[in-house]
C-alpha cells in the first residue's frame, strides 16, 4: 500500500528559530500533498495544499510567510515553520495524493513543541 | 464554519457490541466522504470510503451509510474490540482534492 513518512516524528525548538518538517511519499509519485495542523482534541485543519513544482496554496487564515511549503520533487514536500512561537505548538500531519482518485495517505505526523 | 461534523463527541461501547457512529455534513455538491481511525499521536488511518452515487458500502467489520437526503452519513463496526478504541473523523471532499474533517468522536471501548 501507499506509504508516507514524515521526518522528524517529534521536534522541540526555542521560539525564534525555524524548523523544517518533511513528508515523503515512500513508493508511489505524489502529485498534491496536503499539510494540516491539529491541535490537542481537535480535528485536523487543512492549512495548504502543493503541487509538485508550483506555489503552495494556503487556506484562509494561514500565513504563507510563516509555514514556508515547498514542494520541489513528486516524492517530497517540506513545511519550515518559520520564527515559531510557543503558539506555533501542534501536531502537523501531511498527506498525499497519487492524483489517480481522491485517497490521501496520511503520513504519521509531527509533533512540534515551542518552548 | 465546518461543514462536517459529528453528533456525540464521545462514544463508550461495551467489548462485543456494536458501535455507531454518525456524522452531518452541509455541503450538498459533496461527492466523496471518508471514515478515519486515529490513535494517540498517530496519523489519521484510511477505514473506509463512499461516493455519493452510493447509500451503502461494506468491508471488514464496518460499514458506512450515506443518507444524501438528510445529509448524513454514519459508520457502524461490528463486534467492537479494544483496538478499535481511537478518536474516528468523517471527512468530506469539498473541492478537487481537498478534505474537510468533522470534529471527531472518541470511542472508548469497555472490557
Known amino acids: 500500500g501507499a506509504v508516507v513518512s514524515q521526518h522528524p516524528s517529534r521536534v522541540i525548538c526555542k521560539s525564534g528559530t525555524s524548523v523544517k518538517i518533511e513528508c515523503r511519499s515512500l513508493?508511489?509519485?505524489?502529485?498534491?500533498m496536503f499539510w494540516y495542523r491539529q491541535f490537542p482534541k481537535q480535528s485536523l485543519m487543512l492549512m495548504a495544499t502543493s503541487n509538485e513544482g508550483s506555489k503552495a496554496t494556503y487556506e484562509q487564515g494561514v500565513e504563507k510567510d510563516k509555514f514556508l511549503i515547498n514542494h520541489a520533487s513528486l516524492t517530497l514536500s517540506t513545511l519550515t515553520v518559520t520564527s515559531a512561537h510557543p503558539e506555533d505548538s501542534s501536531f502537523y500531519i501531511c498527506s498525499a495524493t497519487g492524483g489517480a482518485d481522491y485517497e490521501q495517505y496520511f503520513g504519521p505526523g509531527t509533533r512540534l513543541t515551542v518552548t | 464554519g465546518e461543514s462536517v461534523g459529528l453528533h456525540l463527541p464521545t462514544l463508550s461501547v461495551q467489548e462485543g457490541d456494536n458501535s455507531i457512529i454518525n456524522c452531518a455534513y452541509s455541503?450538498?455538491?459533496?461527492?466523496?466522504f471518508i471514515w478515519y481511525k486515529q490513535e494517540s499521536g498517530k496519523g489519521p488511518q484510511f477505514i473506509i470510503d463512499?461516493?455519493?452515487?452510493?447509500d451503502k458500502r461494506q468491508g471488514q467489520r464496518v460499514t458506512v451509510l450515506l443518507n444524501k437526503t438528510v445529509k448524513h452519513l454514519s459508520l457502524q463496526i461490528a463486534a467492537t474490540q479494544p483496538g478499535d478504541s481511537a478518536v474516528y473523523f468523517c471527512a468530506e471532499n469539498k473541492d478537487d482534492y481537498k478534505l474537510s474533517f468533522g470534529a471527531g468522536t472518541t470511542v472508548t471501548v469497555r472490557a
Open positions: 513508493d508511489f509519485q505524489a502529485t498534491t
Open positions: 463512499i461516493r455519493s452515487n452510493m
Open positions: 455541503n450538498s455538491a459533496s461527492d466523496y
